[in-house]
């Protein structure tokens, strides 16, 4: 019998874990998973002979490399700071790592030692990251492989609400880690190339400057630039393409009023609000907003950002309830980031039978015996309820799939390594397809950059 070792089992670990236990019984599987808690763990095990739950502090150095060095493989799905530690656990007791989360520094560092053990320690394998390198990578592949000529790669993907479950105005509920979606496009500009342009959009111009994007079979979106697009130049070996954009999927719509949030400060993570467990939703609004002795706060800020009080805008506000005087945000030592996280959970959280949705979508724009070409590959995924999302099922399938495939030494090339070679992204991409993870893949007319596209 294989032990398999699953560390944390938060909201993306359902799919993940149901995954592996219809295969314990054809694969002779032994699933232990370890968290902190183990209440979400035995329900998603629902007592399968196969699976178990452990308390576990990822802290605690001697029952976690117990736990490591008695696993034949190790899931790591706790938050990315901590995967380094499990990683060199791995490494001393020789076993292999799976993760859905960005390579760090940290974790390349590792990348000489896993190869001298034959250790495959794979990243980047759930969604986004993940699903995304493979699908745009076995485009890619294909594409260069008849000599063509690439001009163009862009690649869009978010999680959203699904339409039958999309009750407010915002057209967008939380499918994944609350704090990421409030501190989304932080950290520096996004940087990417369009035309052999370089462009750069500081973080107070992120979400007003958006390109629109029709999905086949799913509708009419926006997209806001990722961070740094740039890099995956040299990840994909497309080092002189002349356009390369990566971006985030939301609703029309959606940007324009997040871009209040913005403009206000109010998600800045960098100091903490005194005396923030008292304040009312009123009062956090009114700290960002000049005094007035006669002034309402409605009226202040309606002023600041000139919003008409018919405009759109203003009834996204108002169905918040931000201006509520009597509820409190009631989190201590609070940043502004996390006392809006704490209101906007109050209205986006998935409800028990709600759905959600993700969207990918990739262009690929090349020349090949003097014509320009264009491919349009599509991705709509949607959740079966709170628990069984979309986004648990796009980043967890990925994840248990190469876990097996590097289990059976299906994939076995060592390293610190993403899932863009062939070895791993053909199986799992075709294997995905039984769980209705597929691409609309058609040609279109070549269209380049269109500059007419983006707003702002």
């Known amino acids: 019998m294989k032990n398999i070792l699953i560390i944390g089992a938060g909201k993306s670990s359902s799919s993940l874990i149901k995954y592996l236990l219809d295969k314990s019984d054809e694969e002779n599987l032994q699933i ?6 183990t209440n979400n763990a035995e329900k998603l095990i629902n007592n399968h002979p196969n699976g ?13 490399e117990n736990l490591i060095e008695n696993s034949d493989i190790v899931i790591s799905m706790l938050p990315a700071r901590f995967h380094t530690e499990v990683a060199k656990d791995c490494i001393t007791f020789g ?11 940290e974790m390349k560092a590792l990348d000489q030692a896993a190869k001298e053990k034959g250790l495959v320690l794979m990243n980047e394998i759930g969604l986004d990251p993940g699903l995304d390198h493979m699908s745009a990578m076995k485009i890619l592949d294909r594409v260069k492989e008849k000599g063509a000529k690439m001009l163009l790669f862009e690649s869009f993907c978010g999680g959203l609400v699904a339409p039958e479950s999309d009750t407010n105005l915002w057209n967008y509920k939380f499918t994944w880690n609350p704090r990421n979606v409030v501190l989304a496009g932080q950290g520096g500009a996004a940087m990417f190339i369009q035309e052999n342009t ?8 992120l979400f007003r400057r958006t390109e629109f994007l029709n999905i086949s079979g799913a509708g009419k979106f926006e997209a806001y630039a990722n961070r740094d697009s740039l890099k995956y130049r040299s990840i994909y070996s497309l080092e002189n393409i002349p356009t390369m954009y990566r971006g985030t999927i939301r609703k029309v719509g959606f940007s324009r009023a997040w871009n209040i949030f913005v403009q206000l400060g109010m998600t800045d993570d960098s100091y903490t609000i005194e005396d923030s467990e008292n304040m009312s939703y009123r009062g956090f609004v009114n700290l960002f907003l000049a005094y007035s002795p006669s002034d309402s706060v409605e009226l202040k800020l309606r002023s600041y950002l000139k919003i008409d009080q018919d405009d759109i805008m203003w009834d996204k506000l108002l169905e918040l309830d931000i201006f509520n005087p009597n509820k409190k945000i009631g989190l201590k030592n609070a940043t502004p980031a996390q006392m809006l996280q704490k209101i906007l959970e109050d209205h986006w959280t998935l409800q ?6 993700i969207v990918m979508q990739h262009l690929f724009g090349y020349e090949i015996d003097g ?8 991705l709509t995924v949607i959740g079966e309820n709170q628990t069984y999302t979309a986004m648990a099922k796009t980043v967890g399938l990925p994840v248990g799939i190469a876990t097996l495939k590097i289990l059976k030494g299906e994939i076995k090339t060592p390293g610190v390594q993403i899932p863009i070679s062939k070895e791993v992204y053909e199986p799992i991409l075709k294997e995905l397809e039984n769980y209705g993870i597929t691409f609309d893949e058609k040609e279109v007319p070549y269209l380049g950059y269109n500059p007419n596209n983006v707003m702002g």
């Not at 370089?198 to 111009?205: D, L």
């Open 52 to 64: 178990r739950a452990i308390i576990l502090d990822v802290f605690d150095k001697n029952q976690r």
């Open 352 to 357: 028990e039978d709600d759905k959600d949705m």
């Open 198 to 205: 370089y462009k750069y959009i500081p973080y107070q111009k």
């Open 95 to 105: 076993k292999h790592m799976v993760t859905a989360s960005y390579i760090s520094e």
């Open 371 to 378: 014509e320009k070409k264009q491919i349009e590959s599509s």
């Open 32 to 37: 232990l998973i370890a968290d902190i808690s």
